[in-house]
């Protein structure tokens, strides 16, 4: 069965969700604050963090990047806010997906059998052909990982799920519709913001100067460098000898270029 670590300091909320993720075949183990959840994480070992960004001493989002520094379990944040900025904070901070407060059993469920699948190198139940080289990056479908000169890339399941969608189609350009669609599992075209931060993380951690890098470039950096755009940006890649592997299409979407 699925093991969920739920965090989350409402004792309210928390008994709900847990009786209600047991009830649907969840094993789960819940804390009050970010420091005991992270203190579970190793001993637990769980299949996905619940997180709440609310919580009373470390915030939700440095708990998100503690793990994110060291696992890359899928976490799925809840906001009380659909609109508030920590949304878009938390996503580029780590997070695969979020759900808004209240928070419906349905809702939650559908979003952590998403993320479980994403992280699921058999998921989907079909054969993967052999890796593809991209310079001195290698996407390995069959084993769901990247490599750079023999050096693993580590990345979250929706960062690699998303690596994969377009590196599939070199040069096509896909929506940020499509990409919701196919990597989330999602149709709601207000939650594309989830795409353009998991873009921005990706371009961090191949080697782009965006806030997932953290100003250093990373281990790809030759097969995939330059600036990377931010959470909102429309601005295209594509001119200007830029060397982004994941070029943005001015009012369209992403696109996955060999380089």
């Not at 789960?28 to 970010?34: F, K, M, Y």
């Not at 059998?113 to 998921?123: E, G, H, M, S, T």
């Not at 690699?160 to 350009?173: D, E, I, N």
Request: charged share 25%; with cysteine.
């Amino acid at each position: 069965m699925p093991r969920v670590l739920l965090i989350e300091d409402d004792p309210a909320v928390r008994r709900g969700l847990e009786v209600a993720l047991r009830h649907r075949g969840h094993t789960v183990e819940s804390a009050p604050t970010g420091e005991e959840g992270l203190d579970l994480l190793r001993p637990y070992r769980p299949d996905v963090v619940v997180l709440d960004l609310m919580l009373p001493g470390i915030r939700g989002l440095d708990v998100c990047r503690r793990i994110r520094d060291h696992h890359q379990v899928p976490i799925i944040i809840v906001t009380a806010r659909g609109d508030d900025v920590d949304v878009v904070v938390g996503l580029e901070a780590g997070a695969d997906d979020y759900v808004v407060k209240p928070v419906r059993a349905g809702v939650l469920e559908a979003r952590i059998r998403a993320v479980l699948r994403r992280a699921d190198p058999d998921a989907a139940g079909r054969t993967r052909p052999a890796p593809s080289t991209y310079g001195d990056l290698v996407v390995d479908r069959t084993a769901m990982a990247v490599t750079y000169r023999g050096r693993p890339v580590p990345l979250a399941p929706s960062e690699l799920r998303l690596l994969l969608a377009l590196s599939a189609s070199p040069g096509r350009v896909l929506s940020r519709q499509q990409l919701l669609e196919q990597v989330w599992e999602h149709s709601y075209h207000g939650d594309v913001r989830l795409v353009d931060a998991c873009v921005k993380r990706l371009r961090g951690k191949l080697g782009g100067s965006g806030s997932g890098s953290g100003g250093r470039s990373g281990p790809a950096a030759r097969a995939a460098s330059g600036p990377a755009a931010g959470a909102a940006s429309d601005d295209s890649r594509a001119s200007g000898g830029s060397q982004d592997c994941i070029e943005t299409v001015r009012g369209f979407g992403y696109r996955f270029r060999a380089v």
